[in-house]
């Protein structure tokens, strides 16, 4: 019976049907079947857990001595009210689906008023009276993963509902947390509570409407230490112990566990600047993590934990997240970012990247055995190899921004960029058609050519570090001699980070495609939109200090000047452009006055636009010449493409052969034809308008005058530049009529030469 009262229940709030009983009545239905002692006080109470293996797991590790395992009696007489068809695990799930649903209707704005209002008294009477808190957290520790997971999502929505419409927070959640947390490692069983308030703090950060800052003030200032305190407990551990070199141990899902709630404490670090030392121990420190990577841990923490640095240090909140530049403008970032980037350096070297066994087992989807016939052999994993290049390079960026001279960062700078060639050579796959790679230059392109988010932040850190070297090269000396030039570009080529070779061999990976530019262009996925902004102003301050770029620009453009008005094209015989100096009172016409076609031609443009727009329509119409408006076709890519490219009057097989293409008749096909070809042909209102504009220029007339100055003006040569001016100024004629009249006026126009 309560089974299809909960399915009918379930159904009305799916489609958002209003609640028509009691909140009492949906109360007791949503109330969970877990019994509690009366002898015991709110925590302190006996919890009666069903699974379906009949396993249960008590909270006593969490300090809560109280809970106890029930007996077979004591779980069949807490369902003894329940259906028989029905297992009690299922009901308890439906009960939990019910609970995450209700509180998201409720959060949704879309829903109405009163019904959000009745979802919010139902909550209340859940727990206050029911007391469903305390039973969600006797639920997390059950072994059946599934209820487990379900009741650590649901008891996350209560809490986040009550942060949200009440601005307080759950007492008996706050108390079991603090508890479990604090009494880690004697408490091993960690992982149920963390999943909860890293779903908390994911919540607060998707909110679009409370103001974020308040609620995680409120959420994380009573756990603050506590949480500080368990990073140095759980980090802090020997992880020699078997219990860390399996992924499906308790130890290892307490890291991974662990390090979900870093990442959401890094999101809420980038985006809320909060005073708060939980938010800020992973950038302080360190240290503790890659002590834990070089370990002899499992390599799939090893790895999550590398992502999690990789994101700190390009500030990536989230994966939809765009990295940027927030440290410059939030102080206290900047320095966590700082002390993370020492941390880094200092413990990081080639010695410590030799540790991590990036040559892993290959995975397949379904399993870790490679399928039959496949002899591809598992090279290095490329993810983590991208991964902990990018968190070195970065780390060098913001040290090294940070610096004052060049003898500061020079030599440690060398060191690194060696020992990083040194490991991304031994560990780039190689394959029978790769090239050797000669120029340094090139390993990052080889490198990161996969991934190129990660590819252009690398390389507008090693941008941002050879843009700070050549500034605090200039600054020491202001006249840097050749040589001292030359000994520059050799080290940067060298330490493969010269950016003009990094973007060379970029272009050559990519064939020199302007498309895949134009993508990066465009994208808010990389920063290369950033990346070129700044190796353009780099460029264009190299370009003005250079007076021999100049100065070859300049006669570059002389000698395309004399190219142009080169005599021959534009003089007769034995005419030169010295015949055209002015001399005796004579003023010739020069080469600079053509460049008055480009206006006269324009306004030509305007007098045909009005001509035709409110001469030709209006006296169309008084002479009875209809606008008949042809019928456009269906749009359709494949038909217009081949009108286009193939034929417009495709035969009868090709006719059919579209048809089938298109998954249409034949008729419709030739329809689509007939009527695009109709478009085609100008109507006659059009051909009227052509008709009127030609007898608005008074073609024939100006032909006669061209004919009348070549035989009968005495210069020559004042003459031809009189019909060059004349003829440029019917190019206009070109760009408006498809050419049909442009033909016949340079016909009228050079006829009288013959």
């Known amino acids: 019976m309560k089974m299809s009262l909960l399915q009918q229940m379930y159904k009305e709030v799916l489609v958002g049907i209003p609640l028509a009983k009691e909140s009492h009545h949906y109360t ?15 925590l302190c109470n006996r919890m009666h857990l069903p699974s379906t293996d009949g396993g249960i797991r008590s909270h006593q590790d969490t300090d809560m001595s109280d809970v106890v395992v029930p007996t077979t009696d004591d779980t069949s007489n807490s369902f003894a009210n329940m259906n028989s068809s029905f297992c009690p695990r299922e009901v308890m799930l439906l009960q939990l689906t019910l609970i995450k649903m209700m509180v998201a209707k409720a959060e949704s704005q879309e829903i109405e008023f009163n019904m959000r209002q009745k979802y919010c008294e139902i909550f209340v009477l859940l727990l206050k009276e029911a ?42 959640w706050l108390t079991f947390s603090l508890k479990t947390l604090s009494g880690f490692p004697v408490n091993t069983h960690v992982a149920e509570c963390l999943w909860t308030l890293t779903t908390i703090i994911k919540d607060i950060l998707k909110d679009k409407v409370l103001p974020k800052a308040g609620i995680l003030k409120k959420l994380l200032a009573p756990l603050d230490a506590v949480l500080e305190g368990f990073y140095n407990s759980i980090l802090f551990h020997h992880f020699d112990s078997h219990h860390y070199t399996s992924p499906y141990s308790e130890a290892a899902n307490n890291l991974i566990s662990f390090i979900d709630l870093l990442e959401a404490l890094l999101a809420s670090r980038i985006e809320l600047e ?12 360190v240290s503790y993590v890659l002590n834990l990577i070089s370990s002899s841990i499992h390599y799939l923490i090893k790895k999550l934990f590398i992502m999690l640095l990789k994101k ?62 496949d002899d591809t052999q598992g090279g290095s994993d490329q993810t ?3 991964a902990l290049s990018l968190v070195v390079l970065k780390a060098l960026e913001f040290k090294f921004q940070n610096s004052a001279t060049e003898a500061e960062i020079k030599g440690d700078f060398q060191s690194f960029m060696s020992e990083l060639l040194i490991f991304w050579r031994s560990h780039l796959k190689s394959s029978p058609q790769s090239h050797p790679v000669v120029h340094h230059c090139e390993w990052l392109s080889l490198i990161f050519i996969e991934q190129d988010d990660d590819m252009w932040e690398a390389a507008k850190a090693l941008l941002l570090i050879y843009l700070k070297f050549d500034r605090l090269r200039h600054d020491a000396a202001n006249n840097l001699s050749q040589k001292e030039e030359e000994t520059w570009n050799f080290l940067t080529h060298a330490s493969g980070y010269n950016p003009h070779c990094i973007f060379l061999f970029f272009l050559e990976k990519i064939a020199f495609d302007s498309t895949v530019l ?46 142009f008005w080169w005599e021959n094209i534009w003089m007769p015989v034995n005419v030169t452009w010295a015949h055209f100096v002015d001399r005796d009172g004579l003023v010739f016409p020069k080469p600079h ?30 002479l009875g010449i209809k606008n008949v408006r042809r019928v456009k076709p269906q749009p359709n890519p494949v038909l217009e493409s081949y009108f286009r490219e193939c034929s ?40 009227f308008q052509e008709a009127l504009n030609r007898g608005f220029t008074t073609y024939g007339r100006r032909g006669l005058a061209i004919r009348f100055r070549l035989y009968c003006h005495p210069n020559i040569g004042t003459t031809w530049l009189r019909l060059v001016f004349t003829g440029l100024s019917y190019l206009h004629l070109g760009l408006t009529t498809r050419g049909r009249i442009f033909w016949l006026m340079s016909f009228i126009t050079w006829q009288p030469l013959g």
């Open 384 to 386: 983590v190899l991208r």
């Open 131 to 172: 007391k469903i808190d305390s039973k969600l957290i006797c639920l997390l520790g059950s072994y059946d993963q599934l209820l487990s997971h379900m009741a650590s999502k649901s008891l996350a929505s209560l809490v986040y509902f009550q942060l949200k419409e009440e601005n307080t927070l759950n007492v008996t």
């Open 312 to 373: 700190c240090v390009l500030c990536k909140s989230r994966e939809d997240a765009g990295s940027g530049s927030l440290f410059l403008q939030n102080p206290s970032l900047y320095e966590d970012m700082l002390a993370l980037s020492n941390a880094i350096l200092q413990v990081v070297n080639l010695t410590w990247l030799n540790q991590i066994p990036l040559s892993e087992k290959a995975s397949y989807f379904g399993g870790s055995e490679a399928p039959p016939g």
């Open 593 to 622: 006055q053509l460049y008055a076609t480009i206006p006269y031609a324009i306004v030509l443009l305007i007098i045909r636009f009005f001509s035709e727009r409110y001469v030709a329509i209006p006296l169309a119409k008084a």
């Open 274 to 285: 909060l005073p708060f030392r939980c938010q800020r121990v992973l950038f302080l420190k």
């Open 518 to 563: 134009l993508d990066f262009l465009i994208s808010s996925e990389t920063c290369f939109l950033e990346y070129l902004h700044s190796k353009l102003r780099y460029l264009k301050d190299k370009y003005y200090e250079s007076a021999a770029i100049i100065e070859s620009m300049a006669h570059i453009l002389k000698t395309l000047n004399s190219w």
């Open 28 to 42: 007791s239905l949503l109330n969970l079947c877990v019994e509690q002692s009366p002898e015991r006080d709110e």
């Open 648 to 687: 417009k009057h495709p035969s009868q097989s090709e006719i059919q052969g579209l048809a089938k293409k298109c998954n249409c008749t034949v008729r419709l096909v030739e329809k689509w034809f007939r009527r695009r070809r109709n478009l085609e042909i100008p109507t006659v209102l059009r051909k």
